[in-house]
């Protein structure tokens, strides 16, 4: 049986060294203050056991009685350190941890004015010193272990599958070990067999279990993380399915928030706007945006929680994920972080799908939009077109009827009727083939120096001699700079202005126009009392076979959105190229 438990014994030692070099290799790399602890306390109780193999530590010299006390005190430093790690990710009242240290002192002090051989197995336990030493470390030891289970088990709830279930190995490798820290404690007889036995090997499995909640292996981590990976693959399934940027966002973030165990998520652009929260209100979003200018894992204080919450920043993109977490999400989750950047990745792709959607979305609403102006246009076109073909067959017909009954006055006066209709429908062929030409690119100019002032000058002049009832005001500021353009788009233009002023103001109402000089441009103004323009319809006249919606002019139609935007492809500022509708 002795060799038994020598072997059990030493099997304990090589388990107990690795779980100390798992625990300082972690902390090395994450830095973080919780492994910092777990790794003490693992350190501490390894060399605590590894003290009671040297060759000094038995005998009943000065030495031997020292490394009995110091290792004594080492393993009852374990419990302790054991509450702090456990503390940092479940809060226990400040009062507690207090009292857990006031009563380590108090031990420890106790201790050293005990017998020599306090902490060894020979030691007498019915002495009345070492009673009350035993007691009080009993005592103890029930109140600091399993309130440090129950930490370690509570922080694990909520967790993701690996950090929960790695938490929940720690915890029960804290009850394992408190068992084995009790048979020691209240035998009456540390040095029987069965109690140095039982000793032993729940501090080898308690060592296995701190082992594997601290280091799992890879093949363990992926069985327990299944659910999540199932998750990932509904996420994934779901990002590249959205049609939206909203539906991408309003899928992730809870997404996100599960796969890491953290409290609340934002999403933050570059510009350090919020572009979506998740179990975070949205007037404390401006706060985690703050935080997330910072370093990854500047703490942040939530006064609702006493647990340390921890800002933790992923990158994707131009944005960036900002995740509050408690303390078990940087430790115990850092594959985690890594499938959230990969998460971040099929976002960012599902993101950019959404934008090429939208995009494509918008093309086909505007061809629709630009084929229903179209079928406007044509139904305008025609009825323009309508309206002088009647009045050229009915006149026609009038004179053929009566050619023998009309003087010469009037049959000059239908000649001159038919002739004016011919030239509008003249006009109305030169819109309908400029329109084409600027659709197919073909629209050509002849660009050369002339003077403005002389181009409106006449255009107004001809529309005065058209309609001498109709005031039209002319004011110029006197000689003006030729400019580089085409003269005939120019009073294309003009005429459309003027003609369209004409159509859509009032009878005797004046239209006036202007020409102004200012800051090196020149600026026709062509302004009637009309009923006006909505300003919804201001831009959409100037836009492709564009017309203001509430249809008014001469019987309802007309075709001054079609010069107006014909004319808008002109080759500049020079020439007009810029319009306004107010």
Not at 269 to 284: F, L, Y
Request: aromatic residues 8%; hydrophobic residues 45%.
């Amino acid at each position: 049986m002795q060799t038994a438990i020598e072997i059990i014994a030493r099997l304990g030692i090589p388990l107990l060294v690795a779980m100390a070099v798992a625990t300082i290799l972690v902390w090395r790399r994450t830095r973080c203050d919780t492994a910092r602890l777990l790794a003490f306390a693992i350190s501490v109780f390894t060399v605590g056991t590894l003290l009671g193999y040297l060759p000094w530590a038995v005998g009943d010299n000065l030495l031997a009685a020292f490394i009995s006390k110091f290792r004594f005190l080492m393993t009852l430093s374990f419990p302790y350190l054991l509450l702090r790690f456990a503390n940092a990710f479940q809060p226990v009242p400040r009062w507690l941890i207090h009292a857990a240290t006031a009563g380590l002192v108090a031990i420890s002090v106790y201790v050293v004015f005990l017998p020599a051989n306090f902490g060894s197995p020979t030691i007498d336990t019915d002495a009345p010193a070492v009673k009350y030493a035993l007691n009080a470390v009993i005592f103890w030891l029930l109140i600091v272990m399993p309130i440090a289970a129950i930490c370690l088990f509570r922080a694990g709830r909520g967790q993701p599958g690996v950090a929960r279930r790695r938490m929940r190995m720690l915890g029960t490798a804290t009850l394992i070990m408190f068992t084995a820290y009790l048979s020691a404690f209240l035998s009456p007889d540390y040095a029987a067999t069965y109690v140095r036995l039982y000793s032993y090997i729940t501090v080898d499995v308690a060592a296995v279990a701190f082992y594997i909640g601290f280091a799992p292996s890879a093949s363990l981590r992926t069985r327990w993380r299944r659910e999540e990976e199932r998750e990932l693959r509904a996420a994934t399934a779901a990002l590249m399915s959205a049609t939206s940027r909203n539906e991408v966002l309003e899928g992730f973030l809870p997404k996100v928030v599960r796969l890491v165990g953290a409290s609340s998520a934002a999403l933050v652009r570059d510009d350090g706007t919020v572009a979506s929260v998740e179990g975070i209100p949205h007037e404390a979003a401006a706060a985690m945006v703050l935080a997330a200018s910072g370093d990854t894992g500047a703490e942040v204080e939530i006064e609702r929680s006493g647990i340390p919450y921890s800002l933790t920043k992923v990158p994707f993109g131009t944005e960036c994920i900002a995740l509050l977490t408690t303390p078990v999400t940087p430790l115990l989750g850092e594959e985690e972080l890594e499938l959230l950047q990969w998460l971040g990745v099929i976002v960012e792709l599902a993101l950019e799908r959404c934008e090429r959607m939208e995009e494509e979305r918008a093309v086909t609403d505007r061809l629709r939009e630009v084929d229903r102006l179209k079928s406007e246009f044509v139904q305008i076109v025609a009825h323009d077109l309508r309206s002088p073909m009647t009045a050229i067959g009915g006149m026609a017909a009038t004179m053929r009827a009566h050619w023998t009954e009309f003087d010469e006055q009037k049959k000059l006066e239908f000649l001159g009727h038919i002739d004016t209709s011919t030239h509008r429908m003249a006009e109305l062929v030169v819109d309908v083939l400029d329109v084409a030409r600027i659709e197919s690119g073909e629209l050509s100019f002849e660009m050369t120096p002339f003077d403005l002032g002389d181009l409106v000058r006449a255009a107004v002049d001809e529309f005065r001699a058209s309609d001498g009832d109709r005031p039209i005001d002319l004011s110029s500021p006197g000689p003006l700079p030729d400019i580089l353009g085409d003269p005939l788009r120019n009073r294309q233009v003009i005429d459309n202005l003027l003609s369209n002023a004409w159509k859509y103001s009032p009878e005797h109402e004046p239209i006036r126009v202007a020409i102004a000089h200012n800051d090196g441009e020149l600026v026709v103004s062509v302004r009637d009392y009309g009923a006006g323009i909505d300003v919804p319809d201001q831009q959409r006249i100037f836009e492709k076979f564009g017309r203001a919606t509430d249809g008014s002019g001469p019987n309802g139609h007309g075709t001054g959105a079609l010069h107006l935007q014909g004319d808008r492809r002109g080759p500049g500022r020079a020439h007009l190229g810029r319009q306004h509708a107010r």
